[in-house]
């Protein structure tokens, strides 16, 4: 006898085994002396070196041995086949090997008749059947031969031989006692087995299928990213990742946050080498940049603000304390909505630079608009997207500079806006500068409404007049005169030679220019009402001086009114001086225009015509009136001035004034023109050193008029020592500095009889 471990042998089943133990290796030396045939039983307990009787199964099967082989160490490998079954009745160990007492078993016979064999035969090839679909080691040849035995017996007894099973299964068939109950064992077995591989195969499809799908979308995914790579639109889904990450970081602004969200998916879905999809990158960016929730401290220190305008200009007291009463206003009101303040004045009189020193001394970001010659409402409001090239407004744009949303803009030359058809460029001026509406304010590009109401606008402006009117509505006019002789003087020497200095890179002591070579520049060499032609003079001097002391060595420059002709070139006599002498037909006038005031000399000449009148110089059309006026007031003269009624059909009158290519207008030559007529046809002189100014009406009364400041001090510039000045004036002349009115004579006329008086000879 030989004890099996972890094997069960079945009648008709070939099976190979190794032995070592010493004791079965007699077992089959004995065997293959006699006949050849062992009883095969199996241990309950494989680890059993000794096995008795109690650890062995009760049934086993007797085997021929059909082959042994020595294999290295000892070990033996048995070739058998199962014969019979046989129930152990007893062991014995004696002569070096176990001999065990059997009893050879029959399978108790059980009647059946052919239908139910039958049935069986088929139930159990439907078992195999399905067994092999879902156990693929099981091989198909097998299963084919199986198939061709069609018969109950042996088609049982063969599944059981050949179908895989552990080995307490196989010593379970092997101790059924007759073949029906085999059968019920080995199909309760096999639907079992049937039961467990299903299971396992559906477990396992569900992992493959997880597994598929993972696979499948790593592989997807890479691919997409080498097309990506391919496309160069990998930067296209990073850039798209920052845009998302930035939009986050917004706190409040819901709306621009879905914006961009919404954009960044539809880039992400066109891709990069769309036209669009520069122009969808652009608007994202803008988005971004705009300063929606950032804003700076304001600096509410009024003190610091008057040190400040005061250190940045001189004289403008008057402009200064307007400017500090409305920080003031601002300041207790914590609010945009007092009106926006708008300088106005000619051009370098420090409008621009006024504005930057009240941002500097209220701690704000400083922007400038320059709004000269913009006719485009789109300009003003920004294009639609639509639009190849679109872009946001100035606006917007100037917001984005600032990088904050409270920072004070400077509106440019606001009196240079103009319309076309195009759309109205103040109505959009309008929606940003009203309170009511600008915390709201559309842009056409951004499509967002964005909150202007805390920005601190201040427009700069060279006329009051062209302002469209409804701007003008919303604005505080802050009036920014001609400077005077003097004034120029202090603030050439006070801030513009610093300036100047640090900007051409000298030093203080390297460069003087002495009192008179400064007065000289300024009578000379600059005509303006500001001091910007001054600035650039001061600029050309420090150029030559630092030329000066790199090229010859020397340590410092001086320059004084005898050697200034060696810096600035030759004097050029800028201002238009009074006549020599007395003449007829010739009377000066006073003008004032955006860049200041200016004498304007009229001319008028009779000859003998038909009662013509000619007008030339370019003159507009309320010049043109106010002439036509001073001609039929002169003719109401006639009795007084002895002039024969035919005079005036028997003669053609021409009205000249020269400077030819600039455009005059205005009312306020109309006692000039009236005066220069009357002297033309009368032949009486006029005085060479009056100037005069005032409108006239056909009854010859003199009405006030504007620009006084400037208009005296272009008169005093000319060498005029009487200006008559309508009567009505005379209250505006309390404010003007005596600097200004010394030396002139103020002839104040309510009547043209008043004028003549004075002015001829
Ligand atoms: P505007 O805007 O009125 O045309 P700017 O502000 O550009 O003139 O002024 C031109 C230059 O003149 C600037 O350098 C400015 O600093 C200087 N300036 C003008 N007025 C004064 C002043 N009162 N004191 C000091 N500098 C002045």
């Known amino acids: 006898m030989i004890p099996l471990r972890g094997v069960t042998v079945f009648p008709g089943m070939i099976l190979n085994f190794d032995i070592s133990r010493e004791k079965s290796v007699r077992a089959i030396e004995e065997a293959m002396e006699a006949d050849q045939i062992v009883f095969l039983v199996t241990q309950r307990d494989p680890d059993e070196n000794n096995p008795g009787l109690r650890s062995l199964y009760g049934i086993g099967v007797a085997a021929k041995i ?75 040849e097998m299963l084919r031969q199986l198939q061709e035995l069609h018969d109950f017996e042996k088609l049982t007894m063969t599944v059981c031989v050949h179908l895989p099973m552990r080995y307490e299964e196989r010593q379970n068939l092997l101790e059924a006692n007759d073949m029906v109950e085999r059968y019920r064992r080995l199909t309760v077995f096999m639907a079992r087995e049937i039961e467990i591989l299903q299971l396992q195969s559906e477990i396992q499809q569900k992992v493959r299928a997880r597994v598929d799908k993972n696979q499948r979308e790593y592989v997807l995914r890479e691919q997409i990213r080498v097309i990506q790579e391919e496309l160069g639109e990998d930067t296209l889904l990073s850039d798209v990742r920052h845009y998302e990450e930035a939009a986050l970081k917004l706190q409040d602004s819901d709306e621009v946050k879905d914006k961009i969200h919404k954009e960044s998916e539809r880039l992400k879905s066109i891709g990069n080498n769309s036209a669009e999809s520069s122009v969808l990158r652009s608007y994202i960016e803008t988005l971004l940049e705009l300063p929606w929730e950032k804003s700076s401290e304001d600096n509410h220190d009024l003190k610091n603000a008057r040190k400040i305008l005061d250190r940045d200009h001189y004289g403008l007291e008057k402009v200064k304390e307007r400017v500090l009463e409305f920080l003031a206003v601002r300041c207790l009101t914590k609010k945009g909505d007092s009106p926006m303040i708008c300088l106005v004045g000619p051009p370098g009189t420090g409008k621009t630079s006024i504005a930057q020193s009240i941002a500097c001394a209220l701690d704000k970001k400083f922007v400038r608009i320059s709004l000269g010659g913009v006719r485009d409402e789109a300009e003003i409001r920004g294009h639609r997207r639509t639009y190849v090239g679109a872009m946001p407004g100035r606006i917007v744009d100037g917001l984005r500079q600032a990088g904050v949303r409270n920072p004070l803009m400077l509106l440019d030359e606001i009196d240079k806006v103009s319309s076309d058809y195009k759309g109205d460029t103040s109505s959009a001026l309008l929606e940003v500068l009203d309170s009511e509406q600008n915390y709201r304010f559309r842009d056409n590009y951004v499509e967002l409404p964005i909150d202007l109401s805390e920005v601190l606008f201040i427009a700069t402006a060279n006329d009051v007049h062209t302002i469209p009117r409804p701007l003008l509505d919303r604005m505080e006019i802050i009036e920014v005169t001609s400077y005077t002789a003097n004034e120029k003087l202090h603030i050439a020497r006070e801030h513009l030679m610093r300036k100047q200095l640090a900007h051409n890179g000298l030093k203080k002591d390297q460069l003087t220019i002495t009192r008179s070579a400064m007065e000289t520049v300024i009578a000379c060499y600059t005509k303006e009402a500001g001091v910007r032609q001054l600035e ?193 004036n005379k209250t505006d002349i309390a404010d003007i500095q005596n600097e200004i009115t010394d030396g002139l004579k103020l002839v104040y006329a309510g009547a043209m009889p008043e004028v003549l008086k004075t002015a001829l000879a």
């Open 66 to 140: 059909m082959n042994v082989a020595k294999l290295p160490k000892e070990i033996i490998r048995v070739k058998v086949e199962g014969v019979e079954r046989g129930s152990l009745l007893g062991v014995t160990d004696e002569g070096g090997c176990l001999r065990a007492q059997i009893e050879t078993l029959d399978d108790e016979a059980v009647e059946l008749d052919d239908i139910e064999k039958e049935a069986m035969t088929r139930g159990l090839e439907d078992l195999l059947e399905r067994y092999c679909q879902l156990n693929q080691k099981f091989s198909r």
């Open 536 to 728: 650039r003079r001061i600029g050309e001097i420090c150029r030559k001086a630092a030329r000066e002391i790199l090229e010859d060595g020397v340590p410092s420059v001086k320059v004084t009114g005898k050697n200034l002709e060696r810096y600035l070139g030759r004097k050029h006599s800028t201002v238009f001086k009074k006549n020599a002498k007395n003449d007829v037909g010739i009377v000066r006038g006073l003008a004032w225009t955006s860049v200041g005031g200016d004498t304007l000399q009229i001319e008028v000449n009779t000859m003998p015509g038909k009662g013509e009148f000619l007008l030339t110089g370019q003159l507009g059309d309320v010049m043109k009136e106010s002439a036509r006026t001073a001609i039929s007031y002169v003719r109401s003269l006639g009795d007084q001035y002895g002039i024969a009624p035919e005079f005036f059909t028997e003669n053609d009158i021409h009205i000249h004034i020269p400077e030819g290519a600039v455009p005059k207008d205005g009312p306020s030559a109309g006692i000039t023109m009236a005066t220069a007529i009357l002297s033309a046809i009368t032949g009486i002189p006029v005085r060479a050193d009056v100037a005069m100014t005032g409108e006239v009406t056909l009854r010859g009364r003199v009405l006030p008029i504007g620009g006084l400041k400037e208009k005296l001090l272009a008169a005093k510039q000319a060498g005029i020592t009487t200006v008559i000045v309508p009567a009505e």
